[in-house]
């Protein structure tokens, strides 16, 4: 079992800001795209943002131009930079990781609650 640990959640106001960070074990498979998704309250859990291990990144369209992922100089540490945040961003944000070329290779966090207030 991979444990993913993740950190950074709480509340915050509208507009305001919050930084998530993931850190998975750094021997796992070099070759991985790392994620966070998010799921509020009676909905399905969604995409947020991934980074290869190349840092290659894609986005939800509702968090573009506010959130930015990027990766440590460590291996398979990842951040979510929140800025100006809505309440609609509330949820519990859970990060991921995949080994590219192993499809069973897919781990999840525990989650960590974001809280946005108007």
């Known amino acids: 079992q991979v444990q993913l640990v993740e950190s950074g959640g709480g509340l915050a106001q509208a507009g305001g800001s919050l930084r998530l960070s993931c850190e998975a074990p750094?021997?796992?498979?070099?070759?991985?795209?790392m994620g966070w998704y998010r799921q509020a309250p009676g909905k399905q859990r969604e995409l947020v943002a991934t980074?290869?291990?190349?840092?290659?990144?894609t986005y939800a369209d509702t968090v573009k131009d506010r959130f930015t992922i990027s990766r440590d100089s460590t291996p398979n540490t990842i951040y979510l930079q929140m800025n100006r945040l809505k309440p609609e961003d509330t949820g519990v944000y859970y990060c991921?990781?995949?080994?590219?070329?192993?499809?069973?290779?897919?781990?999840w966090g525990e989650g960590t609650q974001v809280t946005v207030s108007s």
């Open positions: 750094t021997s796992f498979f070099s070759r991985n795209v």
């Open positions: 980074i290869t291990n190349t840092g290659s990144t």
């Open positions: 991921n990781i995949r080994a590219i070329d192993l499809v069973k290779a897919f781990y």
